[in-house]
């Protein structure tokens, strides 16, 4: 296990729009080393990078053309390692994007695996033998290549789905990343694997390549089943947005008749603590001391919280995130609470995530500052309402997302309790009840995300070392005033 993940914050960069350097409308490796002292001021020490290899652009990079390749909109190979250098002198780690289980149709192993002619690519991606064989239960494409066959597709049409990994970690580790997110790090064995025992064996395999030879390489793994893919080896799972779980509970349920928000950092005080823990708990237990269970403020995939949530709510849940053991994950801009973007026109395979992908907002300046470009020349529109939030004025705003985020941030890297490995032991959870308190080692945390005042027996001898809002001791009582999160240290 790399030391390092003990404190490990993450900033992730969608590098479309975080930072232009040259003009051209998009942002670029120069734009993000500009950008990397920002990264540190925020108190975040690792950096995951979207994909930035030569690509069709059929799912913004996702579709990888060629895996040593950097695009060329992005920069070149010694952008990338000046990029390391300089965040390595700074204290910060970047792991990369890893798309080990499709490749762009463009790639050249597809180009050749779907000539008619038996080759040495015919078997690196999954083929029937007939376009008149098509089983029902694959996703499957036929009749648009000269070879005879049907081809399974592991995402988009555009990304035949790959029979087995190539290693080209090596390459990237040798260049000098600190490790890799793996993009549906589940999705390795195409035929049926259940509870996932072959692809588990083949990222076993790999983790112990990493132990050997890279030792300080992370594995995060978009997984979002921690039992499993911890248990694979990977050193932290994503807890991500998916229908039904513990992550939508908290920051982003809805009912699915009435469509009133039902999610436990909702104002509305609708959500329910305890389904979230039921879920969690279990993960947490199962996973510890192994490996770490990763909050995301939001990624590329999933509607920006402010979707759902005013600042103050926006301000408590991503204190909370922060508050948590596990490796924690900021998406960039998140942190000024940047919106999510309706209406937008898709955006290279964005479709209903595209309104989260829209250029930081750095200051004043044309387009924010993200791009000299002239604006309709961006790769999309930058959000220029007259209360679109930026980082300049974010940082001159005491009572700013940014602010409460760096604050809570230092916290977090001043005390081991708080970090990845802390403990985490509940001490109040009610059905269907605020607030939520909880002990991290001789933390506290208490939170009440609701408009409403609410209270709960807890008498502990405590101080207070942060608090968003207020709260009193009545007794044997701790009543905490609406929308309150208070960070409280053991006497
Ligand atoms: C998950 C990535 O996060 C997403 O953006 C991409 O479209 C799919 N995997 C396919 O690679």
């Known amino acids: 296990m790399p030391n390092w993940l003990k404190d490990a914050v993450f900033y992730e960069i969608y590098p479309q729009t975080f930072c232009d350097s040259n003009g051209d409308g998009i942002g670029d490796i120069p734009g993000i080393i500009s950008k990397l002292e920002y990264v540190k001021e925020l108190g975040c020490n690792a950096i995951w990078l979207n994909p930035f290899y030569d690509s069709p652009f059929m799912d913004a990079g996702y579709d990888v053309r060629d895996y040593k390749k950097v695009a060329e909109r992005y920069g070149t190979i010694d952008d990338v390692r000046e990029m390391l250098k300089k965040a390595h002198s700074l204290g910060i780690r970047i792991i990369f994007d890893l798309v080990p289980g499709h490749t762009s149709d463009q790639n050249e192993w597809f180009l050749k695996s779907k000539q008619p002619g ?6 690196r991606y999954i083929w029937t033998d007939s376009v ?9 494409l036929c009749g648009i290549t000269d070879r005879d066959g049907n081809y399974l597709v592991n995402f988009f049409s555009s990304q035949p789905a ?8 090596r390459f990237w580790l040798d260049v000098g990343c600190d490790g890799f997110r793996v993009d549906m790090a589940d999705s390795l064995v195409k035929n049926e694997d259940g509870e996932k025992p072959e692809t588990c064996k083949i ?3 790999i983790r112990k390549m990493m132990d050997e030879e890279y030792p300080d390489a992370a594995l995060v793994s978009e997984w979002c089943n921690p039992k499993v893919s911890i248990g694979a080896g990977f050193h932290c799972d994503f807890y991500l947005d998916h229908d039904n779980n513990g992550y939508r509970i908290l920051f982003r349920n809805k009912d699915r008749k009435t469509g009133e928000t039902t999610a436990v950092f909702s104002k509305n005080g609708k959500g329910d603590i305890t389904a979230f823990l039921d879920e969690y708990l279990s993960d947490l237990n199962a996973t510890k001391d192994k490996g770490y269970i990763s909050f995301i403020t939001c990624n590329h995939d999933t509607p920006r919280m402010t979707k759902l949530f005013d600042k103050t709510e926006a301000k408590l849940a991503y204190s909370f995130i922060f508050m948590m053991p596990g490796v924690p994950f900021l998406y960039y801009g998140d942190e000024i609470g940047m919106k999510f973007m309706e209406g937008l026109t898709s955006k290279e395979g964005g479709f209903s995530r595209t309104g989260t992908r829209t250029p930081m907002q750095w200051d004043d300046t044309a387009n924010h500052g993200f791009s000299s470009a002239p604006a309709d020349k961006l790769y999309l529109p930058v959000d220029t309402s007259d209360d679109a939030v930026t980082v300049k004025a974010a940082l001159e705003d005491p009572d700013s997302i940014l602010n409460t985020l760096k604050k809570v941030i230092e916290i977090r890297h001043a005390n081991p309790d708080l970090q990845s490995d802390g403990e985490f032991e509940v001490i109040y959870a009610v059905k269907e009840k605020y607030p939520f308190i909880f002990k991290r080692g001789e933390f506290i945390i208490a939170v009440n995300p609701t408009n409403q005042e609410q209270s709960a027996p807890f008498a502990f001898d405590c101080d207070t070392v942060y608090e968003l809002g ?3 001791q009545k007794g044997s009582y701790m009543v905490m005033s609406a929308q309150t999160l208070s960070l409280l240290k053991i006497k």
């Open 118 to 123: 038996k080759n040495e690519f015919s078997g």
């Open 162 to 169: 790959l029979n087995y990994g190539f290693n080209i970690m």
């Open 132 to 140: 008149w064989e098509a089983p029902p239960q694959y996703r499957l």
């Open 470 to 472: 207020s709260h009193e």
């Open 203 to 205: 990222w076993k395999g």
